[in-house]
């Protein structure tokens, strides 16, 4: 899209809350600049949406139904790349952050965000440029410059015992597949819980499911896991992926360097 020709940027929203979106639209539609051009509540829906009148910017929730908005994002990134793809989101995390960056989709906001601020940011996304809220660029910071951030980083072995108690398997299952005792699993299963602030392992398996955490490098980790265990390896001396002490540190850190260009409000042209 040529932001300069003089035409309205068109908007497609989608979100399940019905009423946030359609305040959302609302209040776009008072910018003569953007143009609302649908809505749409889930993933599936935003697809057919976005495939029937690409969008210059979609708006894109995280959690929903019938396809989740990261998935429509990586989607729309690679069917129409013409299409740039800002995630809405009410979590402010740094897995979500990481996620979010894998996805490569182009602006990153929190739903505290000033309604003022979101017409700036849909034209300077528009633009070319990306952009990340103010509330996530603090994380990014965080975790980038701050060594105590990592307190709550998994190991490769924990990751691969939440991935496998995650999957389903008991303790006896997830010991026999890793090769060590099943109280060693116990003995993770509250470590693990520690870290993530969880309190039950039902908890436990949400948090697992609920992230993903085949898409956060758990496959590599896994097979990692795997081979120190044939090898009698102690989980102390596990291998870590390069440069880092656990997964959720190394996806943030690693992910937040792929953030194309996204800064704070004040970086983009604009946005002053």
């Not at 013409?82 to 402010?92: A, D, L, N, P, S």
């Not at 496998?164 to 693990?192: C, F, N, P, W, Y």
Request: charged content about 25%; proline content about 4%.
């Amino acid at each position: 899209m040529n932001v300069y020709d003089g035409s309205p940027i068109r908007v497609v929203i989608v979100d399940d809350e019905t009423l946030f979106a359609k305040m959302l639209g609302a209040w776009l539609a008072r910018d003569p600049g953007l143009k609302v051009e649908g809505y749409a509540q889930s993933g599936n829906e935003g697809w057919k949406v976005c495939l029937a009148s690409p969008p210059d910017v979609a708006l894109v929730d995280v959690e929903m139904a019938n396809g989740d908005g990261l998935g429509l994002a990586k989607l729309l990134l690679e069917k129409l790349p013409e299409t740039r793809v800002i995630i809405m989101t009410g979590r402010v995390d740094p897995h979500t952050a990481w996620r979010a960056s894998q996805a490569g989709v182009h602006g990153l906001i929190d739903k505290t965000l000033e309604p003022a601020l979101l017409g700036q940011v849909i034209r300077l996304v528009a633009e070319g440029n990306g952009y990340l809220s103010p509330a996530f660029q603090q994380i990014r910071e965080e975790w980038l410059t701050d060594p105590m951030a990592f307190h709550k980083v998994l190991t490769n072995r924990e990751l691969a015992v939440l991935h496998r108690l995650t999957d389903g398997l008991s303790d006896e299952g997830i010991a026999q597949s890793l090769g060590i005792s099943a109280d060693t699993v116990v003995a993770h299963r509250k470590s693990i819980r520690k870290k993530l602030d969880l309190h039950d392992d039902r908890s436990l398996v949400a948090y697992g499911r609920e992230w993903g955490v085949y898409g956060a490098g758990g496959e590599e980790l896994n097979a990692n896991a795997d081979d120190e265990a044939r090898a009698g390896r102690s989980s102390k001396g596990a291998r870590q992926l390069p440069g880092t002490e656990g997964v959720a540190g190394a996806a943030v850190v690693a992910g937040m360097n792929r953030l194309p260009g996204m800064e704070r409000v004040g970086a983009g042209p604009g946005m002053g």
